[in-house]
Structure formats: C-alpha cells, structure tokens
C-alpha cells in the first residue's frame, strides 16, 4: 500500500522545526553579543586611536567618517547584488569583511592607509546593519517584531558593555605594564577583530528560519516615503552627536580615554535595560507617541550641547541621547507593517542607504563649520534643527497601533499545513 504521513509524523516535524528555531535564535544572540562586543572594544578606543596616534584633529576626524559611510550610501545596491544569497549568508560574509578590517587598524601608521581600510571594513559593517533586523523579524515569525529588535539591542548594550570594560582592562593592563601606546591600541583591534570573526562563524550556521520568502532586490515605492525621510533626518542628527559630541568631550573638555571607556560603560548598562521596555512599548503603543517623546528628547539634548558649558552636564546629556537611540526600533516596527511581502530587506537596505546620504555629507560640513567658526557648538545647532524637523514628521505617523496592512498578514508565518490522514493497515 502506498506510504501516507500520519498525524504523529507531522507533530514530530513540528517539534523538530520549533528546535531549529530555538537554536537560531541562541546562535544569533551570541552572534550579535560577539559582534557588539567586539565593536565595542574597537570604537570605544577609536576616536583616542586618531588623536595620540595620527594627531588627528576635526577635519581629519570628519573627512574619515564621511569617507567610512559610503558604502552605507551604496547598502541597497550591495544589497541588491546580494539578493539571491540568503541574508545569514550575506550577513555573516559582512561580518568577516568587518572583523578583518578591524583586526589590523591598528598597524595604520598614518592616515591615508587607515581611511582605506576602514572602508573596506565598512563595507562590511553596513552590510550586517542592513540584514540583522531583517533576520529578528524573520525569527520573530511576526510576532512582538518590536519586543525581539529591542531584546537584541538590548542584547547588543550588554555586549557593548562587556566589550568596553574588557578595553578598560587591556588599556590599564597593558599601560601599567609599561606597554607602548601604539601596541596597547593594536591589541584592542586584534581583540574586536577576533570576536567579530567568531560572530562570522557563528551566522554562516543560522538555518532557513532566518530568511525572508520571496526576496525582492530593490523597491522604491511612494507608500515608504515616510519612512525613508525619518531615516534620513536620523541619520543626519545621529552623525552629528554620534562624532562631534564624543570628539568635543575629548578635544574641548580634556577627557581621557579610561574615563571616555568609563561613560560608555555606564551608557551601555542603561541601554541593556531600557531597550527591551522601549521595545514593548512601541509594539503596545505604536510608533507615533514613541517617537514623538524621542525627537523631543533629542531637541533638549542638542540645545544642551549648543548652549551649556559644563563638562559634567554634559557628559549627562551624552548618556541621555544614547539611552534615547533605542527608540529607534519604532522605525523598523512601522515598515514592518506596512511593506508588502518579500521586500522588507530591500526596503530596509534602502532606509540604511537614506541615513547614509546624511552620513556621507554631515561629518564633513560639521568638521569645517567647527573649524570656520571656532566654535564647537555650532554643529548642535544644526542638530536642534534637524530634530525639530523629525519631530514634524513623526506627526505623520498613525495615532494609534493599527493591524497589519492586508498585503502584508504576517509574511513570516507559514500558512497552516492541512492534517494528513492517518495511515491505515
């Protein structure tokens, strides 16, 4: 007689895939610790790297950023050619690019040889930005797609956190045994080189579970338009406190690099517990109110900066706006529910292609308006602007948290298989 599933056959097919997915997601939070880790070790050094090591100042500093964020400017394109390889593939490839990169910075004696590299490691890292919420939201299956981005960044605060201490400890280790600085510099780059070359691994073993069906190489659909224009204004105000915040804090107010690592260590404890809670907040709430209570936030923390001249205050407003970017997720969460299927990775790479044509642009217009005014503050000013137009545009966001679009019923879901009849002698 021929061969017939029974109903037992299916049940262990569902036990065995609802493993699968509980080891995909095991694997990709150690994956994304390791890579927060490890980043975390490199910047956390970086921006003293640049200046005790290649007497950097301003315009160097913004001319590297900018040059570091175009092929972020370029992500949906690379995207694009990436279309047909599974997003764990093509996420782990940006990943070993980055750990490359950023293992041998710190043999970069001079400036030209560290630009080149660091785009080439930047290559990578926009990449993986592009493609990991993409795989939360492929693990989350449609479900709480804003309580998982915001456990992951959580996730991420806690590895930053592991990662900034460990370059505490190197740095005092190593300065305290009478090492070098060049050499003390270099093994933190071997260090995050390291740890993210092991996250590469690690993703390249990620299952089906964290692809997308039907992937699309490039969308540019006028129902994303607001989405693609708060990214945009993020990725104008995120350049602007992201570099010039942390380089006046060391340039203007004197602050060393143990007590720099200390800030971000104390930034990074508060991220790992409030990104969760905002996360569900966004999915309870929706988008509007989140966001809208963030680009307020942001408008206060760049007026402080503009204005206030204390450097403990502001070392505070330092460590609000970096508890305030986990509200962030709320843009995810609001493409999540209006993009049609099969083009949420397109559509994301194309939001970090739109925050990048800000990347490319501000360091640079932000380090020569420091330098022709001579006044550090004035790139806040412009901050508060940009803020006070995210603000407007969060306004056109829906009031309230409502269904998914009807071309979008939870892609991630497969649809119900239908029992098998019972096999019968």
């Known amino acids: 007689m021929p061969f017939r599933f029974s109903a037992s056959s299916r049940g262990q097919r569902l036990v065995l895939d609802e493993a699968a997915l509980h080891r995909d997601w095991r694997i990709f939070t150690t994956l994304t610790f390791l890579f927060s880790l490890g980043f975390a070790v490199y910047n956390g050094v970086f921006q003293n790297f640049l200046r005790d090591r290649l007497q950097a100042g301003p315009i160097q500093l913004g001319g590297l950023e900018s040059l570091r964020e175009i092929p972020g400017f370029v992500t949906a394109i690379t995207a694009g050619t990436l279309a047909s390889v599974a997003e764990s593939r093509a996420a782990g490839l940006g990943l070993l690019l980055s750990a490359i990169g950023i293992g041998i910075a710190g043999e970069m004696g001079s400036y030209a040889p560290l630009v080149a590299i660091t785009v080439f490691w930047s290559v990578g890292f926009h990449i993986w930005t592009a493609m990991q919420p993409a795989i939360t939201l492929a693990l989350a299956k449609g479900r709480e797609g804003g309580r998982h981005l915001g456990r992951m960044s959580g996730v991420g605060a806690a590895a930053t956190l592991?990662?900034?201490?460990?370059?505490?400890?190197?740095?005092?280790?190593?300065?305290?045994?009478?090492?070098?600085?060049?050499?003390?510099?270099?093994?933190?780059?071997?260090?995050?080189?390291?740890?993210?070359?092991?996250?590469?691994?690690?993703?390249?073993?990620?299952?089906?579970?964290?692809?997308?069906?039907?992937?699309?190489?490039?969308r540019m659909r006028r129902e994303y338009g607001l989405y693609y224009l708060l990214t945009f204004l993020e990725g104008c105000r995120r350049q602007i406190f992201a570099i010039f915040a942390q380089f006046a804090l060391i340039?203007?107010?004197?602050?060393?690099?143990?007590?720099?690592?200390?800030?971000?260590?104390?930034?990074?404890?508060?991220?790992?517990?409030?990104?969760?809670?905002?996360?569900?907040?966004?999915?309870?709430?929706?988008?509007?109110?989140?966001?809208?209570?963030?680009?307020?936030?942001?408008?206060?923390?760049?007026?402080?900066?503009?204005?206030?001249?204390?450097?403990?205050?502001?070392?505070?407003?330092?460590?609000?706006?970096?508890?305030?970017?986990?509200?962030?997720?709320?843009?995810?969460?609001?493409?999540?529910?209006?993009?049609?299927?099969?083009?949420?990775?397109?559509?994301?790479?194309?939001?970090?292609?739109?925050?990048?044509?800000?990347?490319?642009?501000?360091?640079?217009?932000?380090?020569l308006l420091w330098i022709k005014t001579k006044h550090y503050e004035v790139p806040f000013w412009v901050g508060v602007a940009i803020a006070t137009l995210s603000l407007f545009a969060t306004r056109w966001l829906p009031a309230s948290r409502p269904p998914r679009s009807a071309h979008v019923l939870a892609p991630e879901t497969p649809p119900q298989e239908e029992t098998p009849p019972i096999a019968t002698s």
């Open 251 to 367: 340039l203007v107010y004197h602050v060393q690099i143990e007590y720099m690592l200390g800030i971000m260590l104390v930034n990074q404890f508060l991220i790992a517990f409030t990104s969760p809670a905002i996360g569900r907040l966004v999915d309870k709430r929706g988008e509007r109110g989140p966001l809208t209570f963030y680009s307020i936030g942001l408008i206060v923390v760049f007026l402080g900066y503009a204005s206030v001249h204390s450097r403990n205050a502001l070392i505070g407003l330092f460590i609000i706006d970096n508890v305030l970017f986990s509200f962030g997720v709320g843009f995810t969460t609001y493409l999540h529910r209006i993009v049609r299927p099969g083009e949420l990775t397109a559509c994301l790479s194309m939001g970090v292609t739109m925050n990048h044509i800000a990347s490319v642009t501000v360091p640079i217009v932000g380090a």
């Open 162 to 218: 592991t990662g900034l201490g460990l370059a505490l400890v190197i740095t005092h280790v190593l300065r305290g045994a009478g090492m070098p600085l060049a050499n003390v510099y270099r093994a933190c780059f071997y260090v995050a080189g390291t740890s993210i070359g092991i996250a590469a691994l690690l993703c390249m073993r990620l299952s089906a579970h964290a692809e997308s069906r039907g992937r699309v190489p490039f």
